[in-house]
């Protein structure tokens, strides 16, 4: 019943899409679309994070599908009679999934610009962890500033650098 149910949205989905006639290059942006998609899914689906840190670092790469799919909405929609009835972004969305887009930039940056926005990472987890702990403690700084991930037993991250990559950290 769920395979006939499947068929059934899909020629459903097939013949709405038809209905939109998309120019080749719009059809192929759809079907990269749809597979970024089905590969964010698919790892998030499998993946077990007690042994894997892929979905903090999936995070740049997610606001760029997902932004850039958003995009590709607004664009059919300004472009064609028939819309598609996909709810779009509220403000704070849009500004999470832009940051989260964004995020990805840091790496194009030069050394010395990554190591000021680490270090202005550093510093706001250590005022975090430095508030949080007994005054003894922060007085003698006896206390992390910063958690680790680990995978395997490996150290894969740390929350100074997912800090800068996760919005609203």
């Not at 042994?51 to 958003?70: C, F, K, Q, T």
Request: proline share 4%.
């Amino acid at each position: 019943m769920r395979l006939l149910r499947g068929i059934y949205t899909y020629e459903k989905e097939r013949i709405y899409m038809e209905a939109l006639h998309l120019k080749p290059v719009q059809k192929a942006a759809l079907s990269l679309i749809q597979s970024d998609l089905r590969f964010l899914y698919t790892v998030i689906e499998r993946i077990n994070p007690n042994e894997s840190n892929y979905i903090p670092s999936l995070l740049p790469y997610m606001g760029i599908v997902i932004d850039g799919a958003e995009e590709w909405v607004k664009a059919i929609n300004n472009s064609s009679k028939v819309k598609l009835e996909i709810p779009l972004f509220s403000e704070s969305e849009r500004v999470f999934y832009e940051k989260m887009r964004n995020s990805i930039k840091m790496w194009q940056n030069y050394y010395s610009t990554i190591y000021d926005i680490l270090k202005e990472a550093y510093y706001i987890s250590d005022d975090y962890f430095g508030n949080i702990c007994k005054p003894i403690a922060k007085k003698m700084k006896l206390y992390d500033i910063f958690g680790v991930d680990r995978a395997n037993g490996i150290i894969r991250g740390n929350t100074v650098l997912r800090y800068y990559y996760t919005p609203l950290f």
